[in-house]
């Protein structure tokens, strides 16, 4: 039986990475113009300051739109196309209201916001930081119904709309920027977030509407109680993941000039993998692993588990190899420009690699998220959520007088480790998805290929006669090649499964020849 190549989760996946690659590419443009033009400035970091509360809110609103409503829209598939209608009208009244509360809030309190992060600058430097907080709370409830069309977009098989519209806002920075910084300065970021916001807005409303194929009116009572129950805990869990960066932009007085501006940098480094795979991943299987849960298709749930996490662990070590021994010249590379000096690739580098030791871990914890989403495990999830944030931030306190922002860096790591031990071992013990065992000796498999590759390539290109910019460029793409090569050749099993999603790329059908990728 044919389908479109999207409604499978290695189609979505496929298309979603190219998307995300597009997306993080113009992403890494984007942060190339900031290091360029603002570098490890005061200004930026007064930016990174006043925009982190918006912009959290923000994510918050995007995950929990997906998280809130996949779920619950996927156990309504037998109940009828009123039911959904009903769900669908009453989440885009809901956030679109709750966004408009948040915005009355925020701009009420701006100031004294403002002034618990700020609280030994200038009037004028206050001033500034509020100007730039006022202008991005707008986008709030634009982006409040943003999430629930994209997550009802995602939820209905189109995944290409709403990564498609990610791009805009990186698109509209890197323009308007480089024209405007000079006359603007810092205020031209979130003034460009609210333009691309408006933009993402009326092309999702469009697809939104032209997708729709039933009418908005309406809201349901059956549902109401466990919907309420279901959007607060998930509110509370999305709104406890942003602590991160809130937590670290507290400790602006407390690290070296530049360290905050440095840690938005090496978390650029570090996320972009993630965003790329793990979240293409993650954003392809939701709605597959709520649909299995609810169907209470207990088989296919564990096979998908144990080949989503061989997979991800064959991605995401190669990339730890590389961030540790290459990302200086990574950081160099993209960064290293105008107003980005030598001295700030070091200070960005040392964060990276602290970063980078809990890669493998984060990555898999975007993917063990999304499953105990599926399952409706929420105050499971909550309590994991709450401990990872206290684990953070008391550690932020104990390791920031001693190792400045680098220990903001090292709280993180540990955090993020905690979040996908706890994680796996709820879904092995309460969920009974055996097949999360197999994340350990896969993952010290690859790390082994790894670091035999790495040895193997860093002998062979020592002795090159090049400059150390072509070496780097060399060394980075020989490991990459030698790593998957080798796995190849010993017939891993993550390479079989990527033979056959690129075979359904061509052929535009569902993976059903070999039985280790006939569930991805």
């Known amino acids: 039986m044919k389908n479109r190549f999207t409604s499978t989760i290695a189609g979505a996946s496929i298309l979603i990475s190219i998307l995300g690659l597009l997306g993080r590419g113009l992403g890494f443009f984007r942060e190339i113009i900031f290091a360029a033009f603002f570098g490890l400035s005061s200004n930026f970091e007064i930016y990174l300051v006043a925009a982190v509360l918006p912009i959290s809110i923000n994510t918050i609103i995007l995950y929990l739109g997906q998280n809130y409503f996949i779920p619950i829209y996927s156990g309504l598939t037998h109940s009828g196309e009123i039911t959904k209608n009903k769900y669908l009208s009453h989440s885009l009244t809901l956030f679109f209201g709750g966004g408009l509360l948040i915005l009355a809030i925020l701009y009420v309190f701006a100031r004294p916001i403002i002034s618990f992060y700020l609280g030994n600058v200038s009037n004028e430097v206050l001033e500034s930081a509020i100007s730039i907080f006022l202008i991005f709370i707008f986008t709030i409830p634009l982006n409040a119904v943003i999430s629930i069309i994209s997550a009802y977009l995602q939820a209905e098989r189109d995944f290409f709309s709403p990564a498609f519209s990610q791009l805009v806002l990186n698109i509209m920075l890197i323009i308007l920027i480089p024209i405007f910084s000079r006359h603007l300065s810092v205020y031209i970021i979130p003034i460009g977030y609210l333009a691309g916001t408006i933009l993402q807005f009326i092309y999702l409303l469009l697809k939104f509407e032209f997708k729709l194929k039933f009418s908005l009116k309406g809201t349901g009572n059956k549902y109401n109680r466990f919907v309420g129950s279901f959007l607060l805990i998930t509110l509370i869990i999305e709104g406890i993941s942003q602590l991160y960066l809130i937590a670290d932009r507290f400790f602006l007085d407390y690290v070296e000039k530049g360290g905050i501006a440095a840690l938005n940098y090496g978390m650029t480094v570090y996320y972009m993998p993630i965003a790329i795979f793990s979240a293409a991943l993650s954003t392809a299987i939701f709605p597959s692993f709520s649909l299995a849960f609810n169907t209470d298709q207990k088989d296919n749930i564990d096979q998908k588990i144990k080949n989503s996490i061989i997979i991800n662990s064959f991605m995401f070590i190669p990339i730890t190899i590389i961030f540790i021994f290459y990302g200086d010249f990574l950081i160099k590379l993209l960064f290293q420009r105008g107003r980005f000096i030598s001295g700030d690739t070091i200070i960005t580098f040392k964060i990276l690699k602290i970063y980078s030791c809990s890669l493998i871990f984060y990555s898999s914890y975007a993917l063990l998220n999304k499953i105990i989403y599926s399952a409706k495990s929420l105050k499971a999830l909550l309590i994991i959520t709450v401990i990872g944030a ?46 999360i065992k197999y994340f350990a000796p896969y993952t010290l498999y690859y790390l082994l290929v790894g670091i035999i590759c790495y040895s193997f390539v860093s002998m062979l290109i020592n002795d090159l006669d090049a400059s150390m910019h072509l070496k780097n460029i060399i060394s980075i793409f020989s490991f990459a090649l030698t790593f998957y090569f080798t796995l190849y050749l010993l017939k891993d099993s993550s390479t079989i499964l990527i033979r056959n999603v690129w075979s359904s790329f061509i052929s535009r059908e569902k993976i059903i020849s070999d039985p280790k990728t006939e569930n991805i």
Do not use: P
């Not at 932020?396 to 071992?425: H, M, R």
């Open 390 to 435: 206290l684990i953070k931030i008391s550690l932020n306190f104990y390791l920031v007088g001693i190792y400045k922002q680098n220990g903001l860096a090292i709280s993180s790591s540990i955090s993020y480790t905690f979040l996908f031990c706890s994680s796996a071992y709820y879904i092995y013990r309460y969920l009974d998805a055996k097949s």
